[in-house]
């Protein structure tokens, strides 16, 4: 399995793996266990959370306007094609579209139409 580093305006994006089939995907959407440890780590790092279990939040600052959350084709994917997720760039996980987290940031969410030059997110 080959493991490569991609950037995104001069960022470092993610490990990325080989699967099977030979598309690169980012590690933690292809093994849940890094996953899980990564989503844990941004419920620590940034209260990554549920909104409905949370008042102090804005409805509008959600993972699916965040300029981490990337729903690319190619992520989608490797995330299995589900529309209610997108890959955390900042935190390296695949996370909910309605879920938030203290570290969201205004532009998003990556599509294929952009370039990436406008998600300045570190």
């Not at 008042?55 to 300029?67: I, T």
């Amino acid at each position: 399995m080959i493991s490569l580093t991609i950037m995104m305006g001069g960022m470092p994006v993610d490990k990325m793996e080989k699967t099977e089939d030979g598309k690169s995907c980012p590690a933690p959407t292809q093994d849940p266990e890094l996953n899980e440890e990564n989503k844990q780590q941004a419920i620590e790092d940034a209260n990554y959370r549920d909104p409905s279990e949370d008042g102090g939040f804005r409805l509008s600052e959600v993972c699916g306007n965040c300029a981490a959350f990337n729903q690319t084709h190619e992520m989608m994917e490797c995330m299995g094609n589900n529309p209610n997720l997108g890959y955390c760039q900042m935190y390296k996980f695949m996370c909910n579209e309605t879920h938030t987290c203290d570290s969201w940031a205004e532009g998003g969410p990556i599509t294929d139409a952009d370039d990436g030059s406008e998600h300045d997110i570190l």
